[in-house]
C-alpha cells in the first residue's frame, strides 16, 4: 500500500515515514501544498495522510482539489487542529478520517 505523507514539519514527516515503512507501507511525502500536487500528479496513492497546517496554504485546499477532481483516495487528516468544529468542517469536505495531534502512531495504523 503506497501512502502520501503531506507534513511539514521535518522531524514529524521522517518519524511517520519510518513508521510506516516499518509497518509495511512504501511512503512518498511532500512537506508544502506545491510538493503534495507534484507527488498527486505522477502516482497513483492507496491513501493520503494530510497535515492542514502547510507553510505555503491550507492543507484544506488539497482535499478540495482532490475531492473536485472527484478522486475516491482514502484521506485521513492529522493535524494539531483539535476543535470539534475543525473535525467536522474536515469530514464535510470529504476526509475519510481525522486524528488529531498527539496521537498514538498504533492507532494512525489501524486507521490506514
Known sequence: MRLLVIEDNAELGQLLAKGLIDAGFQ????????????????????????DLGLPDEDGMSILQEIRGKKDPVPVL??????????RVKGLRSGADDYLVKPFAFEELVARL
Open 27 to 50: 511512503v512518498d511525502s511532500a512537506a508544502t501544498a506545491e510538493d503534495a500536487r507534484s507527488a498527486l500528479m505522477t502516482t497513483r496513492y492507496s491513501s493520503i495522510v494530510l
Open 77 to 86: 487528516i492529522l493535524t494539531a487542529r483539535s476543535a470539534a468544529s475543525d
